[in-house]
């Protein structure tokens, strides 16, 4: 599936930065989850990461008073996922669950980044160009779970295999509100094709997803 895998894969609603945090963050929700516990639980989190992302969406203590803000949090975006499983982009807006949860709040206030300079020079390692984050959770009954580490998301040269049935499910579902059944599997089938998309017409590509009337619209 190359055409649909040219770059990261923002399977997650997350800043470039923070996306293998918020995978990690997923972890630790299933992990606790099957432990019978929650986010209500955790006294505190360590996130080890790269300096750009101390540098761009390190906002522990910052308000979150708006869209702009809560997508540039990493604290933000990793509260949001281990108290509700999921992060989205409906998940940045005023007034949303998530916007509005106390616990995600209070959360957000308890995750500290520090630098890991291993994870520095990585981030700009020609060889690698990874974007490590690694969270540890301490739980208020004083246990410490392991830490989970992710050093690249999914659609990163490192994990291209490993992201393309995330990115077809998501193009998928993005496809399906605006086009038939029958137009969703054809417009899935050309992307699969890279010789026949590439033959088209940039016109004939085009027209391929115009519709006469939309409900969004």
């Given at each position: 599936?190359?055409v ?78 281990l ?23 209070s959360?957000?206030?308890k ?61 998928k ?45």
């Amino acid at each position: 599936m190359p055409v649909l895998v040219r770059r990261d894969s923002d399977r997650i609603a997350a800043e470039f930065h923070s996306q293998t945090a918020v995978e990690a963050s997923q972890k630790i929700y299933n992990q606790l989850k099957s432990m019978g516990k929650s986010a209500a639980d955790i006294k505190g989190i360590t996130c080890r990461t790269h300096e750009a992302c101390i540098r761009i969406i390190d906002k522990q203590f910052k308000p979150m008073d708006n869209f702009a803000d809560r997508d540039h949090c990493i604290q933000y975006m990793c509260s949001v996922m281990l108290v509700f499983g999921r992060l989205t982009a409906g998940d940045y807006t005023d007034g949303s669950e998530a916007a509005t949860s106390p616990l995600v709040e209070s959360l957000r206030q308890k995750i500290k980044c520090v630098e890991d300079p291993q994870f520095t020079a990585d981030y700009h390692d020609p060889a690698l160009r990874t974007i490590s984050n690694a969270l540890t959770v301490e739980l208020n009954d004083g246990t410490v779970l392991e830490e989970v580490v992710v050093e690249a998301p999914l659609g990163h040269r490192l994990r291209r295999e490993e992201a393309k049935p995330e990115i077809l499910a998501k193009y998928k579902r993005h496809l399906e509100p605006h086009y038939s059944a029958d137009q969703v599997k054809q417009l899935v089938a050309l992307g699969q094709d890279p010789k026949k998309l590439e033959a088209m017409s940039v016109d004939e590509c085009v027209d391929l997803y115009a519709v006469k009337e939309s409900k969004f619209v």
